[in-house]
């Protein structure tokens, strides 16, 4: 991979079932190259591939480390993907229950800044405008993650 990317091979190029050579790393947890291709500036959170992005390949795989690796390095934890939801769904789904406790770790920062996003929306274009609509569906998932069904049960009223 190193000698790829010094003869001008793209850090982020888009390629078919992988989506890209960060996602396919992340897939079979090469953490070496992970950790090259963020270093050559390889975008954490972009979207492709069948699981959606590097973070949701990592959860599937089990990888504890790379998702560790992926999450300090500033991926979006909460990033939807299409087929799957987000990583957080799919590890709980597949039972690595370390890579679950790893990812809920993060919520309490992912729920800080959802509600903040939620109260800048609200205030800029109305609580019934669909980006308002959007942060607080994204809010009440995090809540939800966390067990805090009383909270979710309060934005709905």
């Known amino acids: 991979m190193k000698l790829l990317l010094e003869n001008g091979a793209k850090v982020n190029a888009q390629c078919g079932h992988y989506g890209n050579a960060l996602y396919a790393a992340s897939a079979e947890g090469y953490e070496q190259v992970v950790k090259l291709l963020v270093n050559k500036g390889a975008d954490v959170n972009a979207q492709g591939g069948e699981y959606g992005n590097a973070l949701c390949a990592a959860s599937e795989g089990g990888s504890e480390l790379i998702v560790k690796l992926l999450v300090?390095?500033?991926?979006n934890v909460n990033a939807q993907v299409e087929k799957y939801g987000n990583?957080?769904?799919?590890?709980?789904?597949?039972?690595?229950?370390?890579?679950?406790?790893?990812?809920?770790?993060?919520?309490?920062?992912?729920?800080?800044m959802d509600r903040r996003?939620?109260?800048?929306?609200?205030?800029?274009?109305?609580?019934?405008?669909?980006?308002t609509l959007t942060s607080a569906s994204s809010l009440t998932l995090v809540l939800q993650y966390q067990g805090k069904y009383e909270a979710v049960e309060e934005m709905f009223r």
Do not use: F, N, W
């Not at 789904?93 to 800080?112: D, H, I, M, N, P």
């Open 117 to 131: 996003a939620l109260e800048g929306s609200e205030k800029a274009l109305g609580k019934e405008h669909p980006d």
């Open 87 to 112: 990583a957080l769904q799919i590890a709980s789904a597949r039972g690595y229950e370390q890579v679950v406790k790893l990812l809920l770790g993060k919520y309490k920062t992912v729920e800080e």
């Open 72 to 75: 300090d390095m500033g991926i």
